[in-house]
């Protein structure tokens, strides 16, 4: 009776389990309890092995059992087929064949035909099949289902449904397993016949459909199945925000974000991958704050998405704290997409070193990881460098695809390898059998302008057998300024006039070319024109980021949570990002800094998420202001006008990886410059008084605050104009 109470209580332990630590700590007890060659234990510790994804423990805890049964057997024959490659599971189900007491049953044979249909392999599908026959097992339902859904996915449509005409009794899952195999084919049409025949329906069976109209693009028939479901789940809300977010409506994905009752793991990594694939960098890390503030633990996905948004930013000191918070959780790094998604952020963000280091770690490197590297090493100036790890994927016996050579040909081009770029171009097209894409003819193209080899470069894009894009005219254009070839520019530039009738990089290159040779009638004449189209320059900006005295460390093993007192200010129009400490009852001082200007309700400027409790202490430059005191400034664009580099700062090296302060230059400016919180992009910025629009969005919603102090706080929202 002891014994039966313990194994009571470690199987109510095992149900309360929650992490593979814990699922280790219960296996200790087991082992002190003697209860080890329990069947019934040892059948749900392997099928608790296999939700963690560990089925080396689970094999490891498998050796130990002195006479395992079928169940026993077949609990780890599923961890295999979920988490191991496939010969790993044949060479198992071998096993069992040989050493089981009894026979394989209609429980061993799903496990193995879902790790075929997961590799694609046809042949040994069949072969499982025909000795299922052999079981005398294609009758049972779950075996049959089981078939169902591999042929489905394999494409067997045939195959499939002469199965599933042929079954006597099916269930739900039989039908949702044919309506996946027409939707893995991309046959809606059919799936959506077979839908609306089946008898009932449940929550999985509408979750195919709309994933099925998501990953077709049908986003319309996706809404409806999703309006029309009698009951949703985390799965149904989180696919249809993935289909928004792929497709770039960014607004739909977050109004149903707003709504989900429950969010997963899942939905945050569908909202910050979104926001990264669709260029909004700053975004996607808010999201992830919000997440990291909530506890909620992520998954190599989420920290994917997280990189990449950091790879946009281009920020080394926040690459550093992914970099270190990725390091210390327990995200497996021996994945190739984690660890090349960490390669490309570390190179894109200037660290070089520690990219290479995770390179040279890697035991089986891939086509992405050396693409990432050698981009890094192109965008840092080290083409030589880039065009070695090329040679060194060769000798390593990995054939290069048309994106390897994309990079390779960039690379040459950022270098000025002039020869070396013509013979990679030769041997994608004569050896590796690779069609040029235009992006490759855009590499060549720029890669013999910068040479200054410009006819040549013309008569490559007049050889295409392809429509050339804007990108290669474009790459002509800039050379033909860079040599001050005006003929050659005028004639490319009414090329891109009718490619892209409202870019105004074109007007504005040619215009510069214009201008290097003295002919400013003509750059009237231009700048005329794209006033009369209603073509306006889009001003650029740049941020440098002054490091300060706050070192990422650990504290007891964890990272200190510095995040949660941070403000996200986004300032120019790539959406660049920096760290702002706003830590309450805390002031930072600077020798640089003239004046103090003290808000307590900040939230119309500052991150969202931050408590209006907080208190915000800004030290701000008001020096760069005009001198008159009164904030409701009369608003006005001049023509020509570009807000000044008003986030521009300071830089100071530091070894450690360092938050960073924003302290404006103490430059001579020309106008007059104003502080302003944009309300639609919640950040603020300091703008030129001839412009006063949001570099971000061309908001004219804009706060201006000026000389506010702590004595006329509470006027501060009178003196504020609404525009």
Known sequence: SSSSSSALSVAALLISCRSLRSLEQIHARIIRKGLEQHPVLATRFLSFCAAFSAPAYASSAFDRLSAPNLIVWNALLTAHARHSPLPTTVALFNLLRRRSPLPPDAFTFPSLLSSCSHSVALSLGSSVHATILRCGLEADVFVRTALIDFYGKCRELGAARKLFDSMRHRNEVSWTAMIVGYLSSGDLASARSLFDEMPKRNVVTWNAMIDGCVKSGDLVSARQFFDKMPERNAVSYTSLIDGYAKAGDLASARVLFEQLPERDVFSWSAMISGYAQNGQPGAALKIFLEMYNQNIKPDEFVVVGLMSACSQLGSLTLAKWVDLYVTRSSIDLSKA?????????????????????????????????????????????????????????????????????????????????????????????????????PDHYACMVDLLGRAGRLTDAYELIRSMPVEPHAGAWGALLGACRLHGDISLGETIARKLFEIEPTNAGNYVLLSNIYAVADRWADVSELRTMMRGKGIRKVPASSMICKKTAFPLHTKNGTLLKYLQHDTILECGSTGDIQMCKTQRNKKYTSSALTKTSTYKNYSDICCPDTKKSQTLDLKLNLSLMPARGDASRRMGVADDASPASSCLTTASSSSEAELGMMTPVSTEVATPMVLAGCQRCLMYVMLSADDLKCPKCWSTALNFFHNTTTKNKKNSSKKSRMC
């Open 337 to 437: 997409h984690v660890l090349a998604a960490l390669i490309d952020m570390n190179s894109k963000c200037g660290n070089m070193e520690r990219a290479a280091s995770l390179f040279e770690s890697m035991p089986n490197k891939d086509l992405i990881s050396y693409c990432s590297l050698m981009q890094g090493y192109s965008l840092h100036g080290a083409g030589d460098k880039a065009v070695g790890l090329f040679h060194q994927m060769l000798e390593e016996g990995l054939m290069p695809d048309s994106i390897t050579f994309t990079v390779v040909l960039a690379a040459c081009s950022r270098a000025g390898l002039v020869e070396e770029g013509r013979q990679y171009f030769d041997l994608m097209t004569n050896e590796h059998l690779i069609v040029p894409s």
